[in-house]
Each structure stands twice: as structure tokens, then as C-alpha cells.
């Protein structure tokens, strides 16, 4: 097997398995959007899918989930709905992609099943796309609504206004990545495909050649 596309199938899997749990984490953070007022200076306020959170100075933190789901705005059940996918997806096709690769024995070496691992790593990395995808699509609609709610003429200038939290960063990073992996994955598909690979039995035509 080339090195190179071990490499690209290792690479692959790594960022993957990073953008996961990228995705995870901005799924799980409180820290989609902050708030702090000129009143208050000693507090600030954070926005995520699940509920919001008060931060004080001196270090404390309190939480408080959302009531219920049918009062929640649009663009936060939109994103807990794509980032729930998103998890699903980039998970599945980091199962998909593992047994895969040629550095796991999963299969016998047989043309069939190598044919069979790399429907794997295409299963795989095209979840990956998808997971990636889907991923970006809620951090930017967000990001982009939180613009245009800050630059709004209509709302006094007095008025306190939402800013980015690192979650949306972490987000670009999880779908970034989660590209990177699923370009990898097929990339390796396709030299592979350039590449033909045999098993350690030669096929019977070159037997017979041989016995000659």
C-alpha cells in the first residue's frame, strides 16, 4: 500500500474525529452569543441552544434552560435541530470511515472486500461532507442574523446588543474541518481507484502463466 494514501486516509480520519467533537462542543456551549451592558458591568450574558447563562465577575455562573420548545425564537430550533443532525452524521461516517482504511484488518485482503472497504471510506467521507455542510449552516445563519440585529438602525443606541461567542468560531471550525476530513477520505478513494491492488494470491491468469 502507498504511504501517501495511508497518509491521506490517516488524515482523513484525524480531522474527522476532530471536527466531531468540534461539533459537539459548539452544540453544548452556552457561549453562542454574549451580552454585556454599560449598567451592569459586572455581569455579562450568554446565548446558547439550550438555555442562558449569567456570568459575574468574581467567577460565578448560573445557568437557566429555556422553558419550553414551542417558545423558543426560530433561529435556536433551527440550530439545535442541524446541529443534532450534524452529530448523527459526522458520527456515523467516522464509523463508516474507520474500518475503511487499509490500516485496520477488518476485511481479508480479497479484491472484493477491498472494494467493499472503500465503499466505506466513500459512505464515510460523504457524511462527512454532509455533516460539514449542515454544521455551517446553522453557526452562519446565526452569525448573520446577529449582524444585522447590531447594525439595526431601529433599535436605540442604548440598548445592549448580542455579540459573537466562541461557539460560532469553535462551529467554523468543527464544519471546516469536518470538509477537510470528507475531502481526504474520497481523495484516497480515487487514487485508489488509479491504483491496482492485488493480494497476496495472484489472479489465476498469472498462474497459469506461470506454470508455463
Given amino acids: 500500500m502507498d504511504s501517501s494514501l495511508c497518509a491521506l486516509e ?5 480531522f474527522s474525529a476532530g471536527a466531531w467533537i468540534c461539533s459537539l462542543a459548539t452544540t453544548l456551549m452556552s ?5 454585556s451592558t454599560e449598567l451592569l458591568p459586572t455581569e455579562s450574558y450568554e446565548l446558547g441552544l439550550w438555555g442562558t447563562c449569567v456570568v459575574q465577575d468574581l467567577g460565578g455562573l448560573e445557568c437557566r434552560p429555556y422553558d419550553s ?13 442541524l446541529m443534532c443532525v450534524t452529530l448523527a452524521a459526522g458520527l456515523l461516517g467516522l464509523v463508516l470511515a474507520v474500518p475503511g482504511i487499509h490500516l485496520v484488518n477488518s476485511c481479508p485482503g480479497r479484491w472484493d472486500d477491498l472494494r467493499f472497504k472503500r465503499a466505506l471510506k466513500m459512505s464515510g467521507g460523504s457524511l462527512n461532507l454532509v455533516a460539514g455542510i449542515l454544521g455551517l449552516i446553522p453557526v452562519s445563519y446565526i452569525a448573520h442574523l446577529t449582524v444585522v440585529r ?3 438602525e431601529s433599535v436605540p443606541d442604548v440598548l445592549p446588543r448580542w455579540e459573537f461567542g ?16 470528507g475531502t481526504l477520505l474520497l481523495s484516497s478513494c480515487l487514487c485508489l481507484q488509479k491504483t491496482p491492488i492485488y493480494d497476496s494470491h495472484p489472479p489465476k491468469h498469472q498462474s497459469l502463466n506461470l506454470m508455463k
Fill in 166 to 181: 466562541d461557539a460560532l468560531f469553535c462551529g467554523w471550525t468543527a464544519g471546516v474541518l469536518h470538509l477537510a476530513g
Fill in 69 to 81: 420548545l414551542l417558545g423558543l425564537p426560530p433561529d435556536i430550533k433551527l440550530a439545535r435541530i
Fill in 10 to 14: 490517516l488524515l482523513g480520519v484525524f
Fill in 150 to 152: 447590531f447594525f439595526d
Fill in 31 to 35: 457561549t453562542w452569543l454574549t451580552l
